[in-house]
């Protein structure tokens, strides 16, 4: 190892859905944190790992900064909070748009209490007609926090993504290698299996249900010809969310089982034979007891 070698923890903020666990993942190479239309859907921070001859970048994936209705989502936002204590850099993602609204400037405000480099990234640029619309993005932003650095990207169409490894290394102190250079995530197997069958449960199932839909897995094991057995609940918080779950004959819990299944066998690299089941257990996002269960637990 140089020495040279640069290492460091990188915080990814903004507000619910605007590309922050699309981005990660595409750096990485690799598909870790789920990615859905619908806001709120990272719950936990995640940490993933980026290498190469320069150095090292361990990426925390908090969830969006929002305001919390309920438990989950005070545990959400404090998550959110906690990790920009931590880090050695904050990448802020907005959308390309000149309106700053009160979720943005709710950010800004956190952001103006630390002391932490902020790099502001404006993701989703392949959205937008001309660059004047970028130029006048930046101008909207550039007076609400003192920037290190601001920088326009596609995390989808892979723009500029480069330029910003560029800058977080620009920032990073000279260190230790934290991980093997094959490491690309810290979660364990059973806790990214659980947010793949969450994932296809927010994409397919209506509006209404899936904020209110946790994953368990009850167990995992590996057969002598090395298969994988996984048993999962899908929790729910009303009756008549379980009935929409699972579907007229079971249709949609089949739909589930069947795309995560897939995304499973293909990050472990085996076949998988995943077996959903469907609980009620009413306003447990509420719960402290059902959110440490569900592994949403204060961190201390």
Same mark, same amino acid.
């Given at each position: 190892?140089? /020495? ?5 923890? $990188? ?5 619910? *859905?605007?590309? #922050?666990? %699309?981005? =990660? ?120 926090? /003192? ?5 326009? $990207? ?5 723009? *500029?993504?480069? #330029?910003? %490894?560029? =800058? ?133």
């Amino acid at each position: 190892m140089n /020495d040279d070698f640069k290492s460091g923890f $990188v915080a990814l903020v903004g507000r619910p *859905n605007v590309g #922050k666990s %699309t981005l =990660m993942n595409h750096l990485i190479g690799q598909k870790i944190a789920i990615t859905s239309e619908k806001p709120q859907t990272t719950r936990n921070r995640i940490q993933t790992v980026y290498t190469d001859g320069r150095g090292q970048i361990i990426f925390l994936d908090t969830p969006g900064i929002h305001k919390a209705k309920n438990k989950l989502g005070e545990y959400m936002v404090n998550v959110a909070e906690g990790t920009l204590k931590e880090v050695d850099v904050i990448l802020w993602l907005v959308e390309p748009s000149t309106f700053v609204g009160a979720g943005e400037r709710h950010i800004a405000e956190i952001l103006g209490k630390v002391k932490t480099p902020v790099i502001l990234v404006i993701n989703k640029i392949d959205t937008v007609k001309n660059q004047e619309q970028i130029l006048s993005c930046m101008e909207a932003y550039k007076n609400f926090c /003192d920037f290190a650095q601001i920088v326009p $990207v596609s995390a989808l169409k892979d723009k *500029n993504t480069e #330029k910003m %490894t560029e =800058m977080i290394f620009q920032y990073l102190p000279c260190g230790p290698q934290y991980y093997d250079e094959d490491t690309v995530t810290d979660q364990p197997m059973r806790q990214i299996a659980a947010e793949l069958i969450r994932e296809k449960a927010l994409r397919l199932l209506d509006e209404e249900i899936p904020h209110g839909i946790a994953v368990t897995i009850e167990s995992m094991t590996e057969r002598k010809n090395g298969m994988f057995d996984i048993e999962a609940n899908i929790v729910c918080e009303r009756e008549s969310h379980k009935g929409i779950i699972i579907g007229k004959g079971g249709s949609m819990l089949k739909r589930i089982g069947t795309a995560a299944r897939r995304e499973i066998e293909n990050l472990m690299g085996a076949r998988v034979n995943l077996q959903l089941w469907v609980k009620v257990r009413r306003e447990w996002r509420d719960s402290e007891l059902y959110m440490k269960n569900y592994g949403y637990s204060p961190r201390q």
